[in-house]
């Protein structure tokens, strides 16, 4: 029975409760550790802040404090309460922006890829749809260079996502296997857990991050695995976590 959680959100980025309430769900749900991980993403332009999906960059501070008067309140011997923060890694900053979180009372740290070069990821299919076939190969391959520059920084506890450009469907038509392979060593070389992310059960994709033909390789290279739920509202806390550990047994 799997009974952690630690890739979380709440109303302080893109989630739909607050922190409290995530957290008294995941307990009540029997989960053992639960942690939040609200996004925190620092471009590297110098404009405005102004991405609504993340922890206001005046408002980290209080963040913290509300987490960590949650934690008081819900924890007891047999449930635990994490801290942490979804970081968008861009080589130009992250430095930076690790220095920065490193004046917080922080647990963990989860590396992400939501952006590439003003490209978004996986807000919409809209983008994806206007690529054309050769664009969309050029943004895997972007994103697994890119995945592999977040690795080697060894800055991050966990690796959010593995594959997340698939997300929408729109998937590659050129082999990447160098890419993917380069990828997957920087993570183990890292010392960072690879989440198994369940969401990715409920996206278009209809299938968990990474694949199981990723998952399998990873495993393969000993690289340690953390099941997540990236829970978004607390109904989804454990979302199908008795899939992913099927999923797991299958491949052991």
């Known amino acids: 029975m799997i009974t952690t959680s630690l890739h979380n959100h709440s109303t302080w980025s893109d989630g739909g409760a607050d922190v409290a309430t995530m957290a008294l769900a995941a307990k009540t749900a029997g989960l053992k550790t639960f ?67 490193a004046n917080y009372p922080l647990d963990y740290t989860i590396g992400a890829i939501h952006n590439l070069d ?20 050029d943004v895997w391959r972007k994103y697994w ?41 920087a993570v183990r070389t890292s010392g960072a857990q690879l989440e198994l992310n369940t969401a990715g ?3 278009p994709c209809a299938e968990p991050y990474p694949s199981p033909s990723l998952l399998k390789r990873a495993l393969a290279l000993g690289i340690p695995i953390l099941v997540t739920a990236d829970a978004h509202a607390p109904k989804h806390v454990n979302r199908d976590f008795d899939k992913a550990a099927q999923l797991l047994d299958s491949l052991a």
């Open 118 to 137: 003003g490209f978004p990821v996986d807000s919409s299919p809209e983008p994806w749809q206007a690529l054309g076939q050769d664009g969309i190969n």
């Open 35 to 101: 942690g939040i991980s609200d996004h925190w993403v620092m471009l590297p332009e110098n404009r405005p802040f102004d991405i609504e999906w993340s922890i206001h960059p005046e408002r980290l501070g209080c963040y913290f404090q509300e987490c960590l008067e949650v934690k008081k309140q819900v924890e007891t011997e047999r449930f635990t309460m994490r801290i942490g923060v979804e970081v968008d890694f861009f080589p130009e900053n992250w430095q930076e922006n690790m220095a920065h979180l």
């Open 201 to 203: 059960w409920s996206k």
């Open 145 to 185: 260079l890119r995945l592999k520059a977040l690795a080697e920084t060894k800055a991050f506890t966990i690796i959010a996502h593995f594959d997340l450009p698939k997300k929408f469907g729109f998937r590659p038509t050129v082999d990447l296997d160098s890419e993917i392979t380069a990828a997957l060593q």
